[in-house]
């Protein structure tokens, strides 16, 4: 392992223990979010108000010194709320773009599902393609750019259900949940001199990171892994229970998510175990069940049960 893969390795662990010291208990889905900042990809949060959400998005943007901007969306939200706006200059007697909160490194849309069908649509193009059009004109996106989006399950009044479209723009969507009842305890007394995201240091910068995702691109691949990740994808859209199953985008993205892991798990290759415990973070949200089959009671993580039951493990693997 070269100085630099092993400088990396240094930062990434400072950069973990940065947001545990913030969000206490929750190891695995801090993994989950540094996985998606590696691949380059967005994240989805969905989970009941309270639980740490927005917190461990403002730690990740305090600990990387990245430009960070959030968006309260609501249903009076217009396209160019985020994206910006041109403004006709009388001196200068043309049109200048002012630009809006989605020219940053990371941005926080916090109760997405709250913002009207259309002005989520305005984030596809910054998702897919990193810039967005505004008359006409294309201004790309800082670099590295990530969307970090959260919604509330359970409050259906004055909400909008992310298209299809939307949900296949992010690479991963997890859950955060409740605290056990002595982590809840421990937040008592961590909380009790301020926040603890205020006393964060940062432990690298956003061209870092973008470093970082370069490197990533260049993890092993083994064909055997290749052709695992390819199986399981057209599985979910062959599964007598599965009415829609996850696209090619999905099946990229879960490869991506792979490298990432891999890369911070310290390796420089992927193996069927990275495939295994990623794919319902990052095909999940691209399915959806028949209704008979969810009156029977049969969810995601059951259909991912059984294709894995069915697709046979590559064991050989060579570097």
């Known amino acids: 392992m070269d100085a630099l893969i092993m400088e990396d390795m240094s930062i990434l662990k400072q950069l973990k223990a ?26 989805l949060l969905e989970d009941v108000p309270g639980t740490g959400k927005t917190v461990l998005i403002k730690a990740l943007a305090r600990s990387v010194q990245g430009q ?15 994206t910006g706006v041109a403004i006709y200059h009388p001196k200068q007697e043309t049109f ?3 630009p809006g909160p989605v020219m940053t490194h990371i941005l926080l849309a916090d109760e997405i599902n709250r913002a009207t069908t259309k ?23 800082p670099t590295p750019f990530l969307l970090l989006a959260t919604q509330n399950p359970i409050d259906f009044e004055g909400t909008y259900v992310l298209p299809e479209a939307q949900l296949d723009r992010f690479m991963l969507k997890f859950s955060l949940g409740y605290p056990d009842h002595e982590t809840e305890k421990k937040m008592l ?19 870092r990171i973008a470093d970082m995702q370069r490197r990533v691109r260049d993890v092993h691949v083994d064909e055997a892994v290749a052709d695992y990740v390819v199986t399981v994808t057209r599985k979910t859209r062959e599964h007598s229970s599965v009415f829609l199953g ?15 892991l891999a890369y911070l798990r310290e390796r420089d290759y992927v193996i069927p175990d990275d495939i295994k415990y990623l ?24 259909v991912f049960h ?14």
């Open 18 to 43: 940065n947001l545990e010291s913030c969000i206490l208990g929750k190891a695995a889905e801090v993994e989950l979010l540094l996985t998606a900042a590696l691949a380059g990809g967005h994240v």
């Open 68 to 82: 960070f901007r959030r968006i309260q969306c609501n249903p009076d939200l217009l396209p160019t709320d985020i």
């Open 96 to 98: 200048l773009f002012r």
């Open 119 to 141: 002005t989520q649509s305005a984030l596809l193009e910054a998702m897919e393609e990193h810039h967005v059009t505004v008359d006409g004109d294309c201004h790309p996106l």
């Open 189 to 207: 007394y961590a909380q009790a001199g301020g926040h603890p995201v205020e006393r964060l240091e940062p432990v690298a910068d956003v061209s």
């Open 246 to 260: 996850a696209s090619p985008r999905a099946t990229i993205a879960l490869l991506q998510a792979a490298k990432a």
């Open 279 to 302: 794919a319902p973070f990052v095909l999940g949200h691209r399915m959806i069940l028949h209704s008979e089959a969810r009156i029977e009671g049969l969810t995601i993580d059951s």
């Open 306 to 319: 059984t294709i894995f039951q069915q697709v046979r493990v590559p064991v050989r693997l060579e570097k």
